[in-house]
């Protein structure tokens, strides 16, 4: 089966640093991606690993593990908006393209 | 450019009824895939079309969900009989083709509450 763990919810300051892992366990593996979820809107994305090692984008960078089935999204200076869920996804191993999620992680950004 | 989009935005219906969903796609796109998202937990995979066929409808969860896509762009993803377990937020989402590096985009859902 597959199965992708993340922590229910993290808190944090503004202007700090938070780091949100994901751990996978699949039959097979074709990519990971990170989304951004606001209460009641639609997930947007933040980024795509798919060889190991990390991936920077403005303030926020992921890093992918595949011989560990791990994966990390750092957010920096964080910010009040980035209060969100924050969704880990894998690209189904059989080339179909669907993606399987965790349940998300909701991240409070406290002033 | 337009991004993904559904209608309706909310839904309420009785139990037992018949329910159609439609997610407009952003144009080009030939991938398009139906998740749904029940409270506190993360979209899970109900079925994907390339082009007009579905080539993988394994989430559906029984026979009373059908989606189509008869022209390749617009998808209606229909309940029969409704039961309350089927309040959920359905999402919508497309990906201009099936590359390793295409991210999905998603809609903004419809959000399905069943009485």
């Known amino acids: 089966g597959q199965n992708i763990d993340q922590p229910t919810e993290m808190t944090a300051t503004e202007g700090a640093i938070v780091q949100i892992n994901c751990t996978y366990q699949?039959?097979?593996?074709?990519?990971l991606f990170w989304y951004q979820q606001h209460a009641g809107e639609a997930p947007t994305f933040l980024s795509y690993?798919?060889?190991?090692g990390l991936e920077e984008k403005g303030r926020f960078s992921s890093f992918l593990s595949r011989s560990k089935g791990y994966s990390y999204l750092l957010l920096k200076e964080l910010q009040m908006k980035d209060s969100a869920s924050y969704l880990c996804a894998v690209r189904d191993p059989d080339n179909t393209d669907k993606l399987i999620f965790g349940t998300g992680t909701r991240l409070q950004v406290f002033p | 450019g337009a991004g993904v989009s559904q209608t309706p935005s909310n839904k309420v219906t009785e139990k037992g009824k018949y329910v159609e969903l439609r997610c407009d796609p952003i144009s080009g796109h030939t991938a398009l895939y139906w998740y749904r998202q029940s409270l506190g937990q993360g979209p899970e995979f109900l079925i994907y079309f390339q082009g007009t066929g579905a080539a993988d409808d394994s989430g559906l969860p029984n026979d009373r969900f059908f989606a189509v896509r008869p022209e390749g762009s617009v998808s209606t993803l229909k309940i029969q009989r409704t039961e309350r377990g089927d309040s959920a937020v359905y999402l919508c989402?497309?990906?201009?083709?099936?590359?390793?590096?295409?991210?999905?985009?998603f809609g903004p859902g419809t959000r399905l509450t069943v009485t």
């Open positions: 989402a497309s990906s201009l083709s099936r590359t390793t590096s295409t991210e999905q985009y």
């Open positions: 690993n798919v060889l190991d």
């Open positions: 699949t039959s097979g593996f074709n990519g």
